[in-house]
Nanobody
C-alpha cells in the first residue's frame, strides 16, 4: 500500500520551531518531487515548499522564505520541513504530496526539475499533521 505519513506537528509558541517529517512507505521517493502544503481553517490549501529529486532544487512560498527549510533523506525515504520563527499565521494542517519526475508526468515534460516552481498536480497525499502556533 502506497502511503505518505506526516509527523512532527504540534502546539508551539510564536517564534518557536518544529520539524515536520513525511515518510513514504510502499514506494520509494526516488524520482519524485515532494511538496509541502498547508490549509488553515476557512482558507484554501496553499503550497509551502517543494524539493526536486533530479537536481535538489527547492522552492518556497514568499510567506515562509528565510524561515522554513525543506530537505530530503533518500536513504530514509523521508522529506523534512524545518520550520523556524513560527508565526500564528503558520497555523494549519500540513500535508505532503508527491509528483513524479518522469516522462509519464506531462508537468515534468514541460518544466523539468523546475516543476517545483509551478502549479502542478500531485499523485499521492498524506493525511496531514496539525501545526498550531500560539501568539
Amino acid at each position: 500500500q502506497l502511503q505518505l505519513v506526516e509527523s512532527g506537528g504540534g502546539l508551539v509558541q510564536s517564534g518557536g520551531s518544529l520539524r515536520l517529517s513525511c515518510a513514504a512507505s510502499g514506494f520509494t521517493l526516488d524520482y519524485y518531487a515532494i511538496g509541502w502544503f498547508r490549509q488553515a481553517p476557512g482558507k484554501e490549501r496553499e503550497g509551502v515548499s517543494c524539493i526536486s529529486y533530479s537536481d535538489g532544487s527547492t522552492n518556497y512560498a514568499d510567506s515562509v522564505k528565510g524561515r522554513f527549510t525543506i530537505s530530503r533523506d533518500n536513504a530514509k525515504n523521508t522529506v523534512y520541513l524545518q520550520m523556524n520563527s513560527l508565526k500564528p499565521e503558520d497555523t494549519g494542517v500540513y500535508s505532503c504530496a508527491v509528483t513524479p519526475e518522469s516522462g509519464r508526468n506531462p508537468y515534468y515534460t514541460d518544466y523539468g526539475p523546475q516543476l517545483c516552481s509551478e502549479t502542478v498536480e500531485y499523485d499521492y497525499w498524506g493525511q496531514g499533521t496539525q501545526v498550531t502556533v500560539s501568539s
